[in-house]
C-alpha cells in the first residue's frame, strides 16, 4: 500500500536530497535549524528502506512507524 513517508535530513544531507527529484509526490520543507522535512507518497519497498538507510544518523523517520521502527533497528546493529 501507499503509505506518506516523512522524513527528517540533517545538513549536509538536507541540501542534497532537497536538489534531486526522487519522486513526483515529494515535497520538502525547510525547518529554522537548517533541516528539511522530506514528504513523499509511495510504497515501502526494500529499495527505500535502503535508500533511507544510507544515510545512517543523517536522517529522522518520522512516518510510517513501520519504517521508522526497522531503520532503528539497521542502526542499532550496524551502526554508520
Do not use: I, K, M
Request: net charge negative.
Amino acid at each position: 500500500p501507499v503509505e506518506e513517508v516523512v522524513l527528517r535530513f540533517r545538513p549536509p544531507a538536507a541540501s542534497f536530497v532537497a536538489e534531486e527529484h526522487w519522486h513526483d509526490s515529494q515535497r520538502v520543507e525547510w525547518e529554522a535549524d537548517g533541516t528539511a522535512l522530506f514528504r513523499v507518497s509511495v510504497v515501502v519497498t526494500p529499495a527505500l528502506q535502503h535508500w533511507v538507510y544510507r544515510y545512517g544518523r543523517d536522517v529522522e523517520v518520522l512516518a510510517p512507524a513501520g519504517l521508522r521502527a526497522w531503520l532503528r533497528e539497521a542502526l542499532g546493529r550496524n551502526p554508520s
